[in-house]
């Protein structure tokens, strides 16, 4: 796996999963980074060539006089692709990832050949309930200024290693089951963010307000009814922050889509059981189809290496 860094108006770090197949672009979602995707991005590699981003404010990925919120972010995953990868992709978001590969399927039709949404973030049945450790970050979302101070005091508090492991607690029916080496590489890239101070909690505000509006604004579904592409759902069955039933609500909207289903999951499968969620993703056609390689294809080479590891 090979991190590198593209000039997009500002530094934009992805990593580089190899693989010599078409191209296939991996979304993190809210709060996370490339590294979300690094159980599943080896064996991605052996079908396709595997690619996994940054979004601007989150991984190694700097704001830099960018903005975070959603529709920026989906601009900056569009521009990626043209000018960074060079041809039609595979995209492949997980929650707040999945509505932008949602939105890039709708808006640029002729850059998408596929679109796989885990847990992808969507209007639905959301939580009522929520449970206590989500208590603490949903109320320093609500008040600027307090949500900045909310967020630096429980960075402190918990420390980079404490925080992965709540976080992990949250996305995961059963955090024990991400591997270890899974667990280390975030606390590490935890360790680098946490000398960024209160900017750290910045695009996660930015990003965490965009999202919980368009979640509620049921124009999104105009964009769903646009997109073309043949799309596959891959949902937890134990998800508690978007529920299966916000998944099922979309394969009604969508018959043409498939819908898999991963019991006793949580909202981060190819963390949590990575085997699982790549028999379900190369158990369907379109992922097998779509993989045969191009004989000409432009490759991801408007970066320069930064680090390999």
Same mark, same amino acid.
């Given at each position: 796996?090979?991190?590198?860094?593209?000039?997009? !108006?500002g530094?934009?770090?992805?990593?580089?999963f190899?693989?010599?197949?078409?191209?296939?672009?991996?979304?993190?979602?809210?709060g996370?980074s490339?590294?979300?995707w690094?159980?599943?991005?080896?064996?991605?590699a052996?079908?396709?060539?595997?690619?996994?981003?940054?979004?601007? /404010?989150f991984?190694?990925t700097p704001l830099f006089?960018r903005?975070?919120?959603v /529709?920026a972010?989906?601009g900056?995953?569009h521009?990626?692709i043209?000018?960074v990868i060079g041809?039609?992709?595979?995209?492949m978001?997980?929650?707040?990832?999945?509505?932008?590969?949602?939105?890039?399927?709708?808006i640029?039709?002729s850059?998408?050949?596929?679109?796989?949404?885990?847990?992808?973030?969507i209007? /639905?049945?959301?939580?009522?309930?929520?449970?206590?450790?989500?208590l603490?970050?949903?109320?320093?979302?609500t008040?600027?200024g307090?949500?900045?101070?909310?967020? !630096?005091?429980?960075?402190?508090l918990?420390?980079?290693?404490?925080?992965?492991?709540e976080?992990?607690?949250i996305?995961?029916? !059963?955090?024990?089951?991400?591997p270890a080496?899974?667990?280390?590489?975030?606390?590490?890239?935890?360790?680098?963010?946490?000398?960024?101070?209160?900017?750290n909690?910045r695009a996660?505000?930015?990003?965490?307000?965009?999202i919980?509006?368009?979640?509620?604004?049921?124009?999104?579904?105009?964009?769903?009814s646009?997109?073309?592409?043949?799309?596959?759902?891959?949902?937890?069955?134990?998800?508690?922050?978007?529920?299966?039933?916000?998944a099922?609500?979309?394969?009604r909207?969508?018959?043409?889509?498939?819908?898999?289903?991963?019991?006793?999951?949580g909202?981060?499968?190819m963390?949590?059981?990575?085997d699982?969620?790549?028999?379900?993703?190369?158990?369907?056609?379109t992922?097998?189809?779509?993989?045969?390689?191009e004989?000409?294809?432009?490759q991801a080479?408007g970066?320069?290496d930064?680090?390999?590891?």
């Amino acid at each position: 796996m090979r991190h590198k860094t593209a000039d997009l !108006d500002g530094p934009v770090h992805y990593v580089d999963f190899g693989g010599t197949g078409r191209p296939l672009l991996m979304v993190h979602g809210l709060g996370g980074s490339a590294l979300n995707w690094m159980a599943v991005g080896p064996e991605i590699a052996k079908s396709y060539h595997a690619i996994a981003l940054d979004l601007a /404010g989150f991984g190694q990925t700097p704001l830099f006089r960018r903005l975070a919120a959603v /529709g920026a972010n989906a601009g900056l995953v569009h521009e990626f692709i043209q000018k960074v990868i060079g041809e039609p992709v595979v995209i492949m978001g997980n929650s707040m990832g999945g509505h932008i590969a949602v939105l890039e399927a709708a808006i640029h039709p002729s850059w998408v050949n596929a679109a796989v949404l885990v847990d992808p973030a969507i209007p /639905g049945a959301h939580v009522t309930r929520p449970e206590p450790a989500m208590l603490g970050v949903m109320a320093g979302l609500t008040v600027p200024g307090l949500a900045e101070i909310l967020l !630096d005091r429980r960075a402190r508090l918990l420390g980079p290693e404490g925080l992965v492991r709540e976080t992990l607690s949250i996305v995961c029916a !059963d955090p024990s089951r991400v591997p270890a080496d899974v667990v280390e590489a975030h606390i590490q890239l935890m360790l680098e963010r946490d000398r960024l101070g209160r900017q750290n909690g910045r695009a996660f505000l930015q990003a965490s307000r965009s999202i919980g509006l368009r979640m509620a604004d049921p124009r999104f579904w105009t964009q769903v009814s646009r997109v073309r592409a043949p799309t596959l759902i891959i949902h937890g069955s134990l998800d508690r922050l978007i529920p299966l039933a916000a998944a099922r609500e979309l394969a009604r909207r969508r018959p043409d889509w498939t819908l898999e289903i991963l019991e006793g999951v949580g909202h981060v499968p190819m963390m949590e059981t990575p085997d699982r969620f790549m028999n379900a993703l190369n158990a369907w056609s379109t992922y097998r189809i779509a993989r045969e390689p191009e004989v000409v294809g432009a490759q991801a080479n408007g970066g320069s290496d930064s680090l390999d590891s």
